[in-house]
């Protein structure tokens, strides 16, 4: 564990690929508006913005266009660090989920390490009232989603980072994706050390409590050992997402904020956008002296497939 006072990166999840548009008016929907609110987070504070894309009525969209026209306007304004998803949504391919990695060449991207139920709308009596078809077939899909993501997956997506110079950053949803991160190291598919990002809260994952946390922290040292280089916690919902964000501040873990994962600020109060959770997660940080890590801090620790690019 790194020491409490030592910088810490903050993570902006803008939009993701999951939460409903119709759900709020924060959720940015096209490539402008997309990159709008990763700069906006960035000036709020955020280390590096992690990026799905989706198109103008929100729906998810593996498209190289639209990734480079996000990227490209970011990368115009900001020195943010980019990451982009390979998680997508649930029912893109894999080869579709590549495509926004191997378009932008981002700093660091997602690699997920299992197969899982993945819920988000699970009780039909909370279901949001929705504008679009796409949403309402969500909605109607709820109870039979599964997350794919196999071994030939990962070794795939883990080849494609390590050709084009690229960081991943592993999802870990729940205690088995810290041993297929073991074994993937162990064969040498993934070189350490490695960063990994717990995703907490997630129905058909790990919980999102404080002693979900510690399980995992404990059990990603014990079985990673000295290939771990960071931990970064993202949970789902409100209060969880800022209540860990604290834990993570105080406990020298980097965070992760965003309407990807939570669209509220107050319990009775949506967030306005992604740079106000932000901001939050930066005064809590500031609070307990934990000074913001700058883009530039952040890639020198970004290991040795980043460290193997040339300049751009």
Known sequence: MRNPYEPVAVTAAVTGGDVLPSQSPAVPCGPGAIAAAAIAAA????????????????????????????????????????NVTTGGSVDMTAAERLQGVVA?????????????????????ERWPDVKHQWERDVLANSGRVVFINTLAMMRDFASTFRDLGVCP???????????????????????GPLRIQFVLGT????????????????????????????????????????????????????????IEDNLRIRRRRQAVDSAE?????????????RPIATPTELRAQLGPWYSTRSNR
């Open 277 to 289: 959770l932000v901001a939050a997660a930066v005064a809590i940080a500031e609070q307990l002296e």
């Open 43 to 82: 000036e709020a504070g955020a280390t590096s913005v992690h990026l799905h894309a989706r198109e103008l009525d929100g729906k998810p969209t593996a498209s190289a266009d639209m990734f480079v026209d996000i990227v490209s306007a970011i990368r115009a304004s900001s020195d943010v660090v980019i």
């Open 203 to 258: 129905l058909g994952g790990a919980g999102g409590s404080i002693q979900d946390l510690f399980a995992l922290e404990q059990a990603a040292h014990r079985i990673l050992g000295a290939d771990l280089s960071a931990i970064s916690v993202a949970a789902v919902g409100y209060p969880g997402q800022l209540r860990m964000a604290a834990v993570a501040a105080a406990g020298g873990f980097d965070i992760r904020v965003g």
């Open 104 to 124: 932008t060449r981002p700093d660091i991207a997602t690699l997920n390490l299992g197969t899982m139920n993945f819920e988000g709308f699970p009780t039909k």
């Open 169 to 191: 950053e592993l999802e870990v949803y729940d205690m088995g994706h810290l041993n297929m991160a073991r074994f993937l190291l162990d064969e040498g598919t993934l070189q």
